[in-house]
């Protein structure tokens, strides 16, 4: 039989504490992955298909618009559809919160002598895992289109952690949203909102390219930031930055995440307390 | 390590929720260290609200309670040390097996990677869950799932343990295992609150009952006081004249 052992509840064991419960939370997201693949592969069929449909069947038309080859625009556009696919994660994030809430696992955990955040923040270190599995298979289907980086491996892998950063925000939005919506089937319903998030944004068309009155909100848009910051790091083909959000992406593209961040974790974990009310 | 003291206590508990009113008026409960203490009640009784607050899952409005010799708003970390909460809202989860589901709970509960291994491995045997254990929980029966469930709540072999109608929706074969199951636990020292509809699951479990209706305790003694204190043969006369009464 096991014995209790007491925990020594200093600070510094606390936060040892939480980042163990942490990871072991996420171990369970990873692992819900590899015995439904299914999820994992519908995810990832969304910037798959975005890059054959828009880079191949608009491209064409959408680099004369910008007065560029297709080949150019497909430069364009690769940026845009891996911020892109970091928004579309949100969608998972909330259904599998929502889940958790309906299904009770939230309450076991909250009942366990666990650290509290570690109970939402296993989702968000499962969520960048995950996100690095996306970019990778991403990058490859990038380079087999012809898309390139053009200024070496550290602009690759600044442009990456950017990435992974933008995701780690959207992923508390997500569950911050898991927690407040009534269920799963509303977290669905509601599923087409990540499209205006997704292509209101320097992703997929240029914003000068926008009607004025839609431009400024795209611009505005936390993913144009880390959108044309990663086109900067890359080296590819980007559109005029005459805005000051457009000048400023690369700070713009780690202060907005933070401040995501900043509003939506103590928000969630504030609702997290108030589930049992 | 037995004591005299209540292994839970608690006395004028208060609870109402935003347009519907009170949902506990002043429950007072004393559990004795050891035994098996059903709540007894209609649905809405305020059974699963009672469960929820001593198990830190819901907060007090007013009153006291203490479980396991613990304050249960000020110390919710050392009452979650010490308890295991089982039933109709804590969940397994559906998707893992049983042993992932049982090594992450143990992690969780603070074991070393090794330590989860085999506690798991000890309840799967325990519970009958061995052929099952890499089978994902989504194709177990209600049996099994409750068995694992309780598993789950026994991980760090808690002194309190709380089941919210442990055998509701269950057939009446599983119902007799997880019976079987709460017998051999408070043989072995656990205290367990269990909260039930059912007047036979208390009547055959419990060495005392505390019966709520309407958020106010209606009746408090075993079995067989509460039977004589309406002169009827059995629990559930007592029951319907006790509920109905109050």
Not at chain 2, 77 to 106: H, K, P, T, W
Not at chain 2, 133 to 142: F, K, L
């Amino acid at each position: 039989m096991s014995t209790l052992t007491e925990v020594a509840d200093t600070h510094g064991s606390r936060i040892t504490w939480a980042a163990v419960d942490t990871w072991v939370v996420a171990k369970r997201h990873l692992l819900h992955l590899v015995r439904r693949p299914d999820e994992l592969l519908g995810t990832l069929m969304i910037p798959v298909m975005a890059v054959a449909m828009f880079g191949f069947v608009f491209g064409e038309a959408f680099g004369v618009a910008m007065d560029v080859p297709g080949s150019e625009y497909r430069e364009f556009l690769l940026p845009g559809l891996f911020a892109l696919t970091m928004a579309f994660g949100i969608g998972n994030t909330t259904i599998s919160v929502a889940e958790d809430v309906r299904g009770g696992v939230l309450d076991r955990m909250r009942s366990l002598p666990m650290s509290p955040v570690a109970v939402l923040a296993g989702r968000a270190l499962a969520d960048m895992i995950l996100a690095v599995v996306e970019l990778s298979i991403l990058l490859a289907l990038g380079t087999l289109f012809g898309w390139q980086a053009h200024l070496g491996l550290g602009g690759v892998i600044a442009a990456l952690g950017l990435l992974i950063l933008l995701r780690m925000a959207f992923s508390w939005v997500g569950i911050l949203l898991g927690l407040l919506v009534s269920g799963p089937e509303a977290a669905m319903k509601y599923f087409a909102l990540v499209f205006p998030l997704a292509m209101v944004a320097d992703t997929i068309v240029p914003t000068d390219l926008m009607p004025g009155w839609l431009a400024i909100p795209a611009e505005w848009n936390p993913l144009s930031s880390t959108v044309i910051a990663t086109r900067e790091l890359f080296g590819n083909t980007a559109g005029p930055a005459t805005t000051w959000v457009g000048e400023h992406a690369l700070t713009m593209a780690v202060l907005w995440p933070v401040a995501i961040i900043a509003v939506c974790l103590p928000l969630a974990m504030a609702r997290l307390r108030r589930l049992g009310r | 390590m037995i004591t005299d003291e209540p292994a839970i206590w608690t006395q004028g508990l208060r609870k109402s929720y935003p347009g519907r009113g009170a949902a506990l008026d002043g429950i007072d409960l004393a559990v004795a260290p050891g035994t098996i203490h059903g709540l007894l009640g209609p649905n809405g009784a305020g059974k699963t609200t009672t469960v929820r607050i001593l198990a830190t899952l819901a907060r007090l409005d007013s009153g006291q309670a203490w479980v396991a010799g613990r304050n249960v708003v000020h110390d919710r970390a050392g009452v979650r040390a010490r308890i295991g909460v089982a039933g109709q809202y804590a969940a397994v989860d559906e998707v893992l097996s049983g042993r992932q589901n049982l090594e992450m709970f143990a992690r969780l509960y603070r074991m070393r990677a090794k330590q989860a291994r085999q506690r798991s491995g000890e309840l799967l045997e325990r519970f009958g869950l061995v052929e099952a254990a890499d089978r994902a929980v989504r194709g177990y029966s209600g049996g099994m799932r409750r068995r694992l469930d309780l598993a789950v709540s026994l991980i760090r072999s808690p002194r309190v343990l709380f089941l919210d109608e442990p055998t509701t929706g269950l057939d009446p074969r599983s119902r007799i295992e997880v019976w079987d199951a709460v017998r051999e636990l408070a043989d072995s020292g656990t205290t367990v609150l269990l909260t039930t509809q059912y007047l036979e699951e208390a009547d055959r479990l419990c060495s005392r009952i505390t019966m709520v209706d309407r958020g106010r305790v209606v009746a408090e003694g075993s079995p067989a006081e509460l039977k004589s204190s309406v002169g009827g043969r059995d629990l559930d006369e007592a029951f319907l004249l006790l509920t109905e009464g109050a």
